[in-house]
């Protein structure tokens, strides 16, 4: 509920006319007496909007959008903003009191920094972040095309390899979400998005397991991940492994760059220790930024809004298996490819700069980081050398949060060079 209900819903006071009188003095509410009928006309909307009768989602993410840049193009202050922002989470019953605070705080840079620079239709971001229920939308974005070369080659028939080859064992890692605040016989379900933490259980089959917790709001304690990892080692034996993401815990409205780090490395160091020697080829999830989902594209925004913090310690950590000259790619964007062997290559992709919910894709989603473009030259390279290809990424195109215009590129370049691709693993 968190990732789409709070980001849009938490948003709902600012529908209320009522925001505009206490964030304006009376001269503006004078002069700007035209966009405050409008307005004011949401107030006929509210009761339906607060007792489920209409999609909640849709109206409050368009009206969202069309209230909030007014608010903000009239100059009202971030904190009175964020103050109505907090209430209207709080009387809207969509959180408790100190997830609506948190929260609210975690996503204040990132709603300002682009909320300040959105001039697109309110359809066009609702379609992209709710989905198909508000309605049949306009066109989300620029259907933008990235380049494939032609001469295509003939797709040869797949044939079972005779027995005796060589083979590769390989085991994927992903969405681990390992929670380093999971207490044993706490509560299981509890009225925040993550439970199993500090609530107390009304009952015993209430209480949080030893090693997690089936049908409950809950993730992981890290005894479970290094338990796994050393199944994986004992039992499969893999050549390979492909972690595609995901670590730390659900609680996104309680963290930090530093925890987020923090996890990234944990994981990294245990998978070293229970899984020595073996390669590793890691990919970036959307829930190691911190906020959850926001990851602007190179360039797009300053230092202090950007991901360097979170790419260059990728870079850094994952050094341990991913060789020199594949790290600079890494520390720009997020993505890299490797020479596995003489025959197979490796291309990990950022499959954030297809996420719906990262909302820096609203101000520029035409192929983020010039990725696509590097991975049609990786696939050409690849080609022209004979090489095969596997891909790994997190977030799957044909998943639902990713954008149309990513996934239709994406599409068309696997189509393209369906003879070299080997393997997708998201």
Known sequence: MIREDMKLLLISLLLLPIACYHILPPEEIEQHSTKLD????????????ISGKINIKCLA??????????????????????????????????????VCTYVTEEYRDEFFAVA????????????????????EPPDIFDYWNVTVPGNKPKPEPLIRPPDGLPTLRVVQISDIHVDLEYKVGSAKKCDEPLCCRDKKPSSTEDMAGYWGSLYADCDIPLRTFVETLKYISRELKPDIVFWTGDIPAHDIWNQTREAQLHHIELAADLISQYLPGIPVFPSLGNHESSPVDSFPPPGLTNDHLSNKWLNEFA??????????????????????????????????????????????????????????AWLVDELTW??????????????PTCHSVCLKSFSWNYYKIIDRFESTIVGQYM
Not at 336 to 350: H, M, T
Request: glycine letters at 6%; hydrophobic letters at 40%; proline letters at 4%.
């Open 116 to 135: 300040s620079k959105l001039v697109f239709h309110p359809a066009w971001l609702c379609y992209a972040a709710v989905g198909s229920s508000c309605g």
């Open 315 to 372: 870079q850094k950590i994952w050094s341990r298996w991913i060789p020199p000259e594949s790290l600079p790619t890494i520390g720009f964007g997020g993505f890299y490819a490797v020479e596995y062997s003489w025959q197979l290559r490796i291309l990990s992709l950022n499959m954030q700069y297809c996420d719906n919910l990262n909302f820096w894709l609203y101000l520029n989603n035409t192929d983020p980081g010039g990725q696509l």
């Open 382 to 395: 690849a080609e022209q050398r004979n090489k095969k290809v596997i891909i790994l990424g997190h977030i």
């Open 61 to 98: 993410c368009e009206l969202f959008v069309e209230t909030a840049q007014i608010l903000i193009q009239l100059n009202a202050s971030e904190n009175d903003l964020i103050y109505l922002i907090k209430k209207a989470c709080i009387l809207l019953n969509i959180e408790d009191e100190r």
């Open 38 to 49: 409008l307005l004011r006309s949401a107030n006929k909307t509210i009761d339906e909007l």
